[in-house]
């Protein structure tokens, strides 16, 4: 059964900086979402709210608030925000400390790590509850350098790249996910941020807390323990960041340690500048495009959409545009689904398709 946990995310569901908690709403693996703390928007529907279907996912105003209402305490607190800043603030600090003598566990995505914090480890001690810092990364003893092992497996292995950070690319890897498995693949999905860690994910690190060093190493070793494990017939993995993102140099990593051989790039076409970064205009998705070929060696097989602050005519007119002017299956997974991207696939590694057994409608 999975443990019930309820998602911090004051003044931020729904936006960028809500990514955590927007991706936990979206899918868990791991845990039963019972609640979204974020008083802004008490007393909505999370998912209704996110995505205009309703889940049954309550949004509260606090958490005296969600424990007065909820039939019990949540097991997990998750801090679901992912500010630029990396750390708590102290009213944060203070909630923490609330949820924690209330018997909640904390998991902790920042790169504030709580475990080194000898007050949270006094209180965990105190209340007998756990802290899972997601994004702490192993000793550097145990941690991997590239070692080519990877050359030696014939796996295709796709890569989710995109144009910007918080664009959406986990959010498509993981739909791409389910619905290749739908068809009957068994396939390994690698996560590399800490929401896709959080949501269940297998196989990961999260690859912005790892040293330059290391970060080739790691991918690479998360891979091969999941090519080792499953024996999967297509591995994919989530990119971060963007390649031309001057601020991050995690999808230079992602693609030397996973080495794809194929890559899917999203972009959101109405997103005039970088989300934390707004002196900084975004790319263009051909751009991107040429520079993904060029530094991956790696062919770019489709295109995929965020749609915001886009209305459905505009959709339809951009994937058009794209498809006739990038010569590339286009679409918006979370849209339309991920029927083309799957076909992308599938010309790109014809031997796949005779794993399929489930013909797409």
């Known amino acids: 059964m999975k443990e019930c946990a309820i998602v911090y995310c004051e003044d931020k569901f729904g936006t960028m900086d809500g990514k955590t908690a927007n991706g936990l709403v979206r899918s868990s693996r791991n845990y039963e979402i019972v609640g979204v703390i974020d008083s802004t928007k008490a007393g909505m529907d999370a998912g209704e709210f996110l995505f205009g279907i309703k889940n049954g996912i309550p949004i509260f105003k606090d958490l005296p608030h969600a424990l007065e209402l909820l039939k019990k305490v949540p097991d997990q607190f998750i801090y679901g925000i992912a500010p630029s800043e990396a750390f708590l603030k102290k009213a944060e600090r203070n909630l923490l400390f609330y949820a924690m003598e209330q018997g909640m566990n904390i998991v902790n995505p920042l790169h504030e790590f ?32 590239f070692s080519g ?6 796996t295709p292995i796709i890569a989710v790249l995109g144009t910007d950070s918080a664009i959406g690319k986990r959010t498509t890897s993981v739909l791409l996910e389910d619905a290749l498995i739908k068809q009957g693949l068994n396939v390994a999905f690698i996560a590399t941020g800490q929401t896709g860690l959080i949501q269940g994910a297998k196989y990961g690190v999260a690859i912005d807390a790892i040293p330059s060093q290391f970060m080739t190493g790691e991918i690479e070793n998360q891979i091969m323990k999941a090519w080792t494990n499953e024996k999967p017939d297509i591995i994919i993995v989530e990119g971060q960041g963007a390649l031309s993102h001057p601020a991050y140099i995690s999808s230079c990593g992602i693609i030397r340690g996973s080495r794809p051989g194929a890559v899917i790039v999203q972009h959101a076409p109405k997103r005039e500048h970088l989300g934390d970064f707004s002196y900084m205009k975004m790319p263009t998705v051909k751009s991107e495009i040429e520079l993904i070929e060029t530094f991956a060696k790696s062919k770019v097989i489709a295109v995929t959409i965020n749609h915001e602050n886009m209305s459905d005519e505009e959709l339809d007119h951009t994937i058009s545009e794209y498809e006739n002017d990038l010569k590339l299956p286009t679409t918006d997974a979370l849209t339309f689904g991920c029927d083309k991207l799957i076909s992308s696939i599938f010309e790109a590694y014809p031997a796949l398709k005779s794993k399929q057994t489930v013909t797409s409608q």
């Open 149 to 154: 092992r990877i050359l030696s497996i014939d």
């Open 114 to 145: 709580f475990t080194n914090d000898q007050e949270f480890v006094e209180l965990s001690k105190k209340y007998s509850v756990t802290i899972n810092d997601v994004r702490k990364p192993p000793e550097k003893k145990d941690m991997h350098l």
